[in-house]
């Protein structure tokens, strides 16, 4: 379990693709918005790094404010490990995605999401409930969300309490419910 108590950092993270489209620009934009004179704040970026004049931009803001930290690439087997010592993720992708898998891995870890209220990324958000949305390519509307992180004490914990709620489905679950759908369609046939 995650320290949430003001003197820990709040600890918020990027796990992806390194590219414009994805937003990470975005992200950095809205993070060094954030204020925060009692709790230390820390922003951890995951994914590749290829060199190229983006992620080299990228690079050189995130070595202006030690609280960035680009951390390249991690094995897919840590990625539980990596999203549980995170307080929230945020999928700021400035262009129209379907259901990024990284949503799913953070609520099996219990790891609220913070992402557009566009398309696929915004469906299994709850507002308030389980993550919090924000406008497409809005930096300042991205960081008045995680601002509400540090000004409302009582919503992360809600927060994370919905993520795990939101846990998906195993796959052995999901072929129960594809089962069960299949039997009922059958016995309507047999009855009708």
Do not use: C
């Not at 995130?62 to 999928?91: I, Q």
């Not at 469906?123 to 300042?140: R, T, V, W």
């Amino acid at each position: 379990s995650i320290d949430t108590s003001p003197a820990a950092p709040l600890k918020i993270g990027f796990i992806g693709q390194i590219s414009r489209h994805k937003g990470v620009d975005l992200l950095m934009d809205a993070f060094a918005r954030l204020r925060s004179p009692a709790r230390a704040l820390e922003l951890r970026i995951y994914g590749g790094l290829p060199d190229e004049p983006y992620v080299r931009d990228l690079q050189r803001r995130a070595s202006a404010d030690p609280r960035m930290t680009l951390r390249g690439r991690f094995e897919n087997a840590r990625v539980g490990e990596v999203l549980a010592d995170l307080d929230v993720l945020v999928v700021p992708s400035i262009w129209y995605e379907n259901m990024p898998l990284s949503i799913l891995e953070s609520y099996a870890t219990g790891t609220p999401v913070v992402t557009t209220r566009t398309g696929g990324m915004a469906e299994p958000i709850q507002h308030n409930e389980n993550g919090l949305h924000f406008k497409l390519g809005d930096a300042a509307d991205l960081a008045a969300q995680l601002q509400r992180l540090i000004d409302e004490p009582a919503l992360l914990p809600r927060l994370k309490t919905g993520a795990l709620a939101s846990m998906p489905a195993s796959i052995d679950q999901e072929m129960e419910q594809l089962l069960l759908l299949y039997e009922s369609a059958i016995a309507t046939k047999i009855t009708a």
